[in-house]
Nanobody, 120 residues
Framework: QVQLVESGGGLVQAGGSLRLSCAAS????????MGWFRQAPGKEREFVAD????????RYVDSVKGRFTISRDNAKNTVYLQMNSLKPEDTAVYYC?????????????WGKGTQVTVSS
C-alpha cells in the first residue's frame, strides 16, 4: 500500500507560480512512476504530467508544456510540480498518483488532492 500526501496548493494571480509537492510512503519509491492529474469543476480528471522512477523520462499534456515542470527527489520520497505562468484555466484540484512496477505502472494509488486557484 502506498500513501500519498499533496501540499503546496493555494490562491495565486494569473502569471504567478506555485510548487506542489507529493510525499510518498514506501521503501522502493525510486521504482514508482509518479504522475500529476487535475480536475476542474464540472470536468473530468485529466493527466497533467508524469515522471519515471529514475526521473529521466517525463511527459506533459500539451496545455502545460513550457510552463510546468515535474521532478522528483528519491532521497526524500517526494515528487514536485513546478507551475509557472499560471492561467485561470489551470484552476483545479491537483492529485498526485503512483504506479508500481509490479502493477505495470497503472496509477492505482492517489492522494486526496490540493486546490489550486488562479485568479484573473
Amino acid at each position: 500500500q502506498v500513501q500519498l500526501v499533496e501540499s503546496g496548493g493555494g490562491l495565486v494571480q494569473a502569471g504567478g507560480s506555485l510548487r506542489l509537492s507529493c510525499a510518498a510512503s514506501g521503501r522502493t519509491f525510486s521504482s514508482y512512476a509518479m504522475g500529476w492529474f487535475r480536475q476542474a469543476p464540472g470536468k473530468e480528471r485529466e493527466f497533467v504530467a508524469d515522471i519515471s522512477g529514475s526521473g529521466i523520462s517525463t511527459r506533459y499534456v500539451d496545455s502545460v508544456k513550457g510552463r510546468f515542470t515535474i521532478s522528483r527527489d528519491n532521497a526524500k520520497n517526494t515528487v514536485y510540480l513546478q507551475m509557472n505562468s499560471l492561467k485561470p484555466e489551470d484552476t483545479a484540484v491537483y492529485y498526485c498518483a503512483a504506479g508500481l512496477p509490479i502493477e505495470a505502472y497503472a496509477m492505482n494509488y492517489w492522494g486526496k488532492g490540493t486546490q489550486v486557484t488562479v485568479s484573473s
